[in-house]
């Protein structure tokens, strides 16, 4: 049960304000909200926060009924989406209605971000209206919701040519290498009065986060995969689709399908719409998606890896105790197969505190490097697969003592290090994941058959190697 | 409620659990339950809503509580985690008295916390984080195989990395000690000196257990010389002296050359407080400490300055050579220079201390170098499972449960006690002796509730009887230089209203005097003074017709100024 909610911006302002109780006063709230947020304390997690009506020296304004209220919030898109409430609730449901929220918000207004929402305020508060009563959740079914929803989006962003270099996610190539813009996804799902026929999309994403720990000789500490595959039906609802797997798919580590290494996970959860009855003779997925987004599938995956790693860092290190010259070597080989390729790679090397100059000498004239906040940062911004790239960096660390012995050696001094690297593989799953096909069920009467979109992509959470 | 759940059945159901005459009749009651708990149409939001209500039932049989659980095993698997931990908490609640079947679900969760864990969401992260510590609370190797998970990534928020460092340091063993330690290792030189102090902390955490490795790491990190690191890893020092003796030798190998990085007053406490203590083991000890009370002029923190005066008086005692000149340099300058009262006092306590005679300070001030037992009462491990189950997924292991406790009273503000100085000194019985003796006498007539009868007589038999019938009340030592001068003595306590009774001649060894004084309420005072001049002390021994602690210390005071100022005159 929760007594409030509002969305503020990034800044700090209140978007959206509904109080759904009136038990606790005013739209200085969400002001007190920010004040609490900015002037918290290192070590103080921000997630929930406790305000008491009593003390404060008035900086509520009003006394509850003695009691305290807690606030809880989750950042999305630039936004904090709060939710103020008396009770000890608890805070995994709490936490995940607010995502929800986000997700139904992204839904109806198209993408959730400032804008958006400043355009669809009446909007929003139908929905908030609709999904929460007396502070109690009825539902968040989106099928459900468009019955009550009558407004319609504001939708501003006109379709520019400009979007089609960047990729993000739901827009990418399908089967038949057509593009669809990056912003063909983030649009309404249920402005769906008008015009029928351009609606009928369904963007399917196979998405992986990487992370992983490579210690300091080389040997592989710890690989996790968290993979996902998300869904984004413009489709009405109900209607039947099929999404097949690769079918060397095996779950557990004593399943043995295929004949090839397979592709192994350690565990799934699938969203309560799909039906496995196919799953386990054919790996394929039948579910009734409502519009909207949601997550089919999720899955874990640790420790053994099908595939090579997409990277590997040889690094070198050379340092001057004497002069206080730190040599730096970092040799990246992208082990991806050749056709595919890295995006947007960047290294994270931290450095021993007091490092003054950085000289460089990179392999190729696009890749960038830079000192920043303690640390070095090296920007590549494509890598092909199988290829090899190197950096050479001299600094100058003249604060840093070591133990007496002069000359270089080469062991590395304690602050460098470890290198995270961050990436993007388009293209790419790191389990072998891949989605056969998607097949509709829906035939649209009279119309072309509907678009079908689907993208697999990998990035890093954290790529860390020890140096 | 509109369009509650999925279908009618649904509202008819939650309104019936929620109907009191329903929730009085029990057969009823389980019927609803068990149509409920087979529901399958629910959402999410009601399955976790249907869970709450069922907390409130109490299963008849244990037939029914195992067939209540068999029928919500399914929500245990669900994707939605706050149904996982809605379910978790009902299975942890509804089996208090079968620990197995406790353990198991707890096993059976393990997977979705963890997955929650590593989410893409930092506050589901953090939430589900909290929750990892609560179970590691009471069984401490549940995830010890999942270490890895708990490792940190520099891109995520600070406040999750912290929760993370806890985790870690609580979930070590035997077999993931060195990959922990080696994380760790790295953390330690982050960016975000909050963060590496953090890790230090946790790394000393860890060296109460596994004390080598620890060592040898936090030993190596005050080889970095950097500020923030070095004062968290004395501290750490500090608290595994104390802690762990075994420690001790590597502890006083590693301190020195590090006093050069330290500048807060936390870490110079820490240092100076192992070089008092342990100073016999660290070679250049004394040298450190008189490099500190060189400086002590400017030095801003008197916690500082009181930690140094206990160390410097604890080296004194063992290494007194070359203590000797800077420790009397220190009390010269803290009791004449100092403006901080505490430390002035201090200063004061110990120069008497001293005067008392240096076995009486070594009995004061040495006393044990370490105490093993405040771990085992810090780490009480094993806290069963039903103490924190009702907690379990709600907001108090998000919030801790020192800081909830402290919502739940309803103060806003965290208090914080006063910080007490971390010396070992024993609290002294009796107040300082105070060092303007002159202006304190003329206070005195009007100083307490105390009024001596001026012509109070008593005979020396009766002294006698009532002396030997009464109890000593208090007991104090005072010092006292040379001879004793009875006469002034006497002139004196006649000043105010005490009688002498019986008096040593002068020279006499031991000299005894027995005075005895009445308050205008009929309070006997009696008193016995004995002085040793070997001790260069004066004990002095009260005894008090009627028991009242306030009387009785005013006239302590009384006394003690008087022989104060006596004394005063003599030396």
Request: hydrophobic share 40%; with cysteine; glycine share 6%.
């Given at each position: 049960m929760i007594s409030q909610f509002f969305i503020l911006s990034s800044k700090g302002d209140p978007l959206i304000y509904k109080d759904f109780r009136g038990d606790s006063g005013g739209r200085d709230v969400a002001e007190l909200f920010y004040r609490k947020l900015t002037g918290l304390p290192g070590d103080e997690s921000p997630v929930v926060m406790v305000t008491t009506g009593g003390s404060g020296g008035g900086v509520v304004g009003m006394r509850l009924h003695h009691d305290d209220r807690h606030f809880i919030h989750i950042r999305h898109s630039g936004l904090y989406l709060v939710a103020t409430t008396s009770e000890n609730i608890s805070p995994f449901s709490l936490l995940e209605l607010l995502s929800r929220l986000a997700t139904l918000l992204g839904d109806y207004c198209g993408s959730l971000g400032e804008a958006t929402i400043s355009r669809n305020v009446a909007l929003v508060y139908e929905l908030l209206d609709e999904v929460l009563d007396y502070g109690y959740v009825q539902t968040t079914s989106t099928e459900v919701l468009r019955n009550f929803i009558q407004t319609e989006a504001v939708v501003s962003k006109p379709f520019s040519l400009f979007d089609l270099s960047s990729v993000g996610l739901f827009g990418a190539e399908t089967q038949q290498s057509k593009v669809a813009p990056s912003s063909a996804a983030s649009r309404p799902v249920l402005s769906s009065r008008s015009d029928q026929s351009q609606k009928n999309e369904v963007f399917l994403d196979v998405v992986e986060r990487l992370s992983?720990?490579?210690?300091?000789?080389?040997?592989?500490?710890?690989?996790?995969?968290?993979?996902?595959?998300?869904?984004?039906?413009?489709?009405?609802?109900?209607?039947?689709?099929?999404?097949?797997?690769?079918?060397?798919?095996?779950?557990?580590?004593?399943?043995?399908?295929?004949?090839?290494?397979?592709?192994?996970?350690?565990?799934?959860?699938?969203?309560?719409?799909?039906?496995?009855?196919?799953?386990?003779?054919?790996?394929?997925?039948?579910?009734?998606?409502?519009?909207?987004?949601?997550?089919?599938?999720?899955?874990?995956?640790?420790?053994?890896?099908?595939?090579?790693?997409?990277?590997?860092?040889?690094?070198?290190?050379?340092?001057?105790?004497?002069?206080?010259?730190?040599?730096?070597y970092l040799k990246l080989r992208c082990d991806l197969p050749p056709k595919s390729q890295a995006l947007n790679v960047r290294l994270h090397l931290p450095l021993p505190r007091g490092v003054v100059s950085l000289s460089q000498e990179l392999s190729s004239p696009e890749q960038k490097a830079e000192l920043g906040e303690g640390a070095l940062r090296w920007d590549l911004p494509r890598v092909q697969g199988g290829s090899q790239l190197s950096g050479l960096f001299q600094m100058d660390v003249p604060g840093l003592p070591g133990p007496p012995g002069q000359g270089p050696s080469a062991s590395a001094p304690l602050g460098l290090g470890p290198a995270s690297l961050s990436f993007e593989l388009p293209r790419h799953t790191c389990s072998g994941l891949q989605v056969r096909f998607l097949r509709l069920a829906f035939r649209p009467c009279g119309n072309a058959n509907p678009h079908k979109w689907v993208r697999h992509l990998s990035h890093s959470d954290a790529y860390v190697i020890r140096i | 409620m509109p369009y509650l759940g999925s279908e009618d059945v649904v509202k008819e159901l939650k309104k019936a659990l929620c109907n009191p005459h329903i929730q009085a009749d029990r057969l009823r009651y389980r019927s609803v339950i068990q149509r409920v708990i087979r529901m399958s149409k629910l959402d999410q939001w009601g399955q976790a809503e249907v869970l709450n209500f069922l907390l409130r039932y109490q299963p008849?049989?244990?037939?029914?509580?195992?067939?209540?659980?068999?029928?919500?095993?399914?929500?245990?698997?669900?994707?939605?985690?706050?149904?996982?931990?809605?379910?978790?908490?009902?299975?942890?609640?509804?089996?208090?008295?079968?620990?197995?079947?406790?353990?198991?679900?707890?096993?059976?969760?393990?997977?979705?916390?963890?997955?929650?864990?590593?989410?893409?969401?930092?506050?589901?992260?953090?939430?589900?984080?909290?929750?990892?510590?609560?179970?590691?609370?009471?069984?401490?190797?549940?995830?010890?195989?999942?270490?890895?998970?708990?490792?940190?990534?520099?891109?995520?928020?600070?406040?999750?990395?912290?929760?993370?460092?806890?985790?870690l340091c609580e979930l070590v063993n035997d077999e993931n000690v060195q990959q922990v330690l080696e994380e760790l290792r790295g953390y330690c030189t982050d960016v975000?000196?909050?963060?590496?102090?953090?890790?230090?902390?946790?790394?000393?955490?860890?060296?109460?257990?596994?004390?080598?490795?620890?060592?040898?790491?936090?030993?190596?990190?005050?080889?970095?010389?950097?500020?923030?690191?070095?004062?968290?890893?004395?501290?750490?020092?500090?608290?595994?002296?104390?802690?762990?003796?075994?420690?001790?030798?590597?502890?006083?190998?590693?301190?020195?050359?590090?006093?050069?990085?330290?500048?807060?007053?936390?870490?110079?406490?820490?240092?100076?407080?192992?070089?008092?203590?342990?100073?016999?083991?660290?070679?250049?000890?004394?040298?450190?400490?008189?490099?500190?009370?060189?400086?002590?002029?400017?030095?801003?923190?008197?916690?500082?300055?009181?930690?140094?005066?206990?160390?410097?008086?604890?080296?004194?005692?063992?290494?007194?050579?070359?203590?000797?000149?800077?420790?009397?340099?220190?009390?010269?300058?803290?009791?004449?220079?100092?403006?901080?009262?505490?430390?002035?006092?201090?200063?004061?306590?110990?120069?008497?201390?001293?005067?008392?005679?240096?076995?009486?300070?070594?009995?004061?001030?040495?006393?044990?170098?370490?105490?093993?037992?405040?771990?085992?009462?810090?780490?009480?491990?094993?806290?069963?499972?039903?103490?924190?189950?009702?907690?379990?997924?709600?907001?108090?292991?998000?919030?801790?449960?020192?800081?909830?406790?402290?919502?739940?009273?309803?103060?806003?503000?965290?208090?914080?006690?006063?910080?007490?100085?971390?010396?070992?000194?024993?609290?002294?019985?009796?107040?300082?002796?105070?060092?303007?003796?002159?202006?304190?006498?003329?206070?005195?007539?009007?100083?307490?509730?105390?009024?001596?009868?001026?012509?109070?007589?008593?005979?020396?038999?009766?002294?006698?009887?009532?002396?030997?019938?009464?109890?000593?009340?208090?007991?104090?030592?005072?010092?006292?230089?040379?001879?004793v001068h009875p006469d002034t003595l006497q002139m004196a306590l006649q000043v105010v209203n005490i009688q002498t009774i019986a008096m040593s001649r002068a020279g006499t060894q031991p000299w005894k005097a027995y005075l005895s004084a009445q308050d205008d309420t009929g309070c006997l005072f009696l008193t016995e003074l004995l002085l040793e001049p070997a001790n260069l002390q004066m004990q002095i021994s009260v005894k008090q017709s009627e028991a009242r602690t306030e009387t009785l210390k005013s006239f302590i005071s009384v006394l003690e100024t008087v022989i104060g100022t006596i004394g005063d005159i003599k030396s």
């Amino acid at each position: 049960m929760i007594s409030q909610f509002f969305i503020l911006s990034s800044k700090g302002d209140p978007l959206i304000y509904k109080d759904f109780r009136g038990d606790s006063g005013g739209r200085d709230v969400a002001e007190l909200f920010y004040r609490k947020l900015t002037g918290l304390p290192g070590d103080e997690s921000p997630v929930v926060m406790v305000t008491t009506g009593g003390s404060g020296g008035g900086v509520v304004g009003m006394r509850l009924h003695h009691d305290d209220r807690h606030f809880i919030h989750i950042r999305h898109s630039g936004l904090y989406l709060v939710a103020t409430t008396s009770e000890n609730i608890s805070p995994f449901s709490l936490l995940e209605l607010l995502s929800r929220l986000a997700t139904l918000l992204g839904d109806y207004c198209g993408s959730l971000g400032e804008a958006t929402i400043s355009r669809n305020v009446a909007l929003v508060y139908e929905l908030l209206d609709e999904v929460l009563d007396y502070g109690y959740v009825q539902t968040t079914s989106t099928e459900v919701l468009r019955n009550f929803i009558q407004t319609e989006a504001v939708v501003s962003k006109p379709f520019s040519l400009f979007d089609l270099s960047s990729v993000g996610l739901f827009g990418a190539e399908t089967q038949q290498s057509k593009v669809a813009p990056s912003s063909a996804a983030s649009r309404p799902v249920l402005s769906s009065r008008s015009d029928q026929s351009q609606k009928n999309e369904v963007f399917l994403d196979v998405v992986e986060r990487l992370s992983v720990l490579i210690a300091s000789n080389g040997s592989l500490l710890k690989v996790d995969v968290q993979g996902e595959i998300r869904l984004k039906s413009f489709l009405p609802s109900g209607s039947e689709m099929r999404i097949g797997l690769t079918e060397e798919f095996c779950v557990g580590k004593s399943e043995l399908r295929g004949y090839g290494p397979g592709i192994r996970v350690d565990e799934v959860s699938f969203h309560s719409s799909v039906y496995l009855d196919e799953f386990e003779s054919h790996r394929i997925l039948r579910l009734q998606p409502p519009q909207g987004e949601l997550t089919v599938m999720r899955y874990q995956l640790s420790d053994d890896l099908p595939s090579p790693l997409p990277f590997r860092l040889f690094p070198s290190v050379q340092w001057d105790r004497g002069s206080g010259r730190l040599q730096v070597y970092l040799k990246l080989r992208c082990d991806l197969p050749p056709k595919s390729q890295a995006l947007n790679v960047r290294l994270h090397l931290p450095l021993p505190r007091g490092v003054v100059s950085l000289s460089q000498e990179l392999s190729s004239p696009e890749q960038k490097a830079e000192l920043g906040e303690g640390a070095l940062r090296w920007d590549l911004p494509r890598v092909q697969g199988g290829s090899q790239l190197s950096g050479l960096f001299q600094m100058d660390v003249p604060g840093l003592p070591g133990p007496p012995g002069q000359g270089p050696s080469a062991s590395a001094p304690l602050g460098l290090g470890p290198a995270s690297l961050s990436f993007e593989l388009p293209r790419h799953t790191c389990s072998g994941l891949q989605v056969r096909f998607l097949r509709l069920a829906f035939r649209p009467c009279g119309n072309a058959n509907p678009h079908k979109w689907v993208r697999h992509l990998s990035h890093s959470d954290a790529y860390v190697i020890r140096i | 409620m509109p369009y509650l759940g999925s279908e009618d059945v649904v509202k008819e159901l939650k309104k019936a659990l929620c109907n009191p005459h329903i929730q009085a009749d029990r057969l009823r009651y389980r019927s609803v339950i068990q149509r409920v708990i087979r529901m399958s149409k629910l959402d999410q939001w009601g399955q976790a809503e249907v869970l709450n209500f069922l907390l409130r039932y109490q299963p008849r049989s244990e037939e029914e509580l195992f067939d209540i659980l068999n029928l919500l095993d399914s929500f245990l698997k669900s994707s939605s985690p706050g149904v996982v931990m809605g379910a978790t908490k009902l299975f942890l609640i509804l089996a208090k008295k079968f620990p197995h079947v406790q353990t198991d679900v707890l096993m059976q969760v393990k997977g979705p916390l963890l997955a929650a864990c590593s989410s893409e969401s930092r506050e589901l992260c953090f939430a589900a984080l909290c929750h990892v510590r609560q179970i590691l609370h009471s069984l401490p190797g549940h995830f010890s195989s999942h270490y890895k998970k708990f490792f940190c990534s520099y891109s995520e928020p600070h406040y999750i990395k912290l929760q993370k460092v806890e985790v870690l340091c609580e979930l070590v063993n035997d077999e993931n000690v060195q990959q922990v330690l080696e994380e760790l290792r790295g953390y330690c030189t982050d960016v975000s000196a909050d963060f590496a102090q953090a890790a230090i902390l946790a790394i000393g955490g860890i060296a109460r257990t596994y004390t080598d490795p620890c060592m040898q790491i936090l030993t190596e990190l005050l080889g970095l010389r950097q500020e923030h690191i070095t004062t968290v890893v004395v501290q750490t020092f500090r608290d595994l002296a104390w802690l762990c003796p075994q420690c001790t030798e590597a502890v006083c190998q590693a301190l020195p050359g590090c006093e050069e990085n330290i500048q807060d007053s936390e870490g110079k406490q820490a240092l100076i407080w192992l070089l008092g203590v342990h100073g016999k083991r660290i070679p250049n000890a004394p040298y450190v400490l008189e490099d500190f009370i060189e400086n002590v002029k400017s030095e801003t923190f008197p916690a500082v300055k009181m930690e140094l005066l206990t160390a410097v008086l604890r080296l004194f005692l063992s290494r007194p050579a070359e203590c000797q000149d800077m420790l009397g340099r220190l009390l010269h300058y803290c009791i004449e220079e100092e403006k901080d009262m505490a430390v002035r006092d201090r200063g004061l306590f110990y120069y008497r201390l001293l005067l008392a005679g240096i076995s009486e300070a070594k009995q004061i001030l040495c006393s044990p170098k370490s105490d093993p037992s405040l771990r085992l009462l810090e780490d009480q491990a094993e806290r069963p499972v039903n103490s924190w189950a009702l907690d379990f997924n709600t907001l108090v292991p998000v919030y801790g449960k020192a800081r909830w406790a402290t919502i739940a009273k309803c103060q806003g503000v965290e208090h914080h006690g006063p910080e007490l100085p971390n010396t070992a000194v024993f609290p002294t019985s009796g107040p300082l002796i105070p060092e303007e003796n002159k202006e304190r006498v003329q206070e005195l007539p009007d100083s307490g509730a105390l009024m001596l009868i001026p012509n109070h007589q008593l005979t020396a038999e009766c002294f006698e009887k009532t002396w030997l019938s009464l109890k000593v009340a208090h007991q104090q030592v005072f010092p006292w230089q040379g001879a004793v001068h009875p006469d002034t003595l006497q002139m004196a306590l006649q000043v105010v209203n005490i009688q002498t009774i019986a008096m040593s001649r002068a020279g006499t060894q031991p000299w005894k005097a027995y005075l005895s004084a009445q308050d205008d309420t009929g309070c006997l005072f009696l008193t016995e003074l004995l002085l040793e001049p070997a001790n260069l002390q004066m004990q002095i021994s009260v005894k008090q017709s009627e028991a009242r602690t306030e009387t009785l210390k005013s006239f302590i005071s009384v006394l003690e100024t008087v022989i104060g100022t006596i004394g005063d005159i003599k030396s």
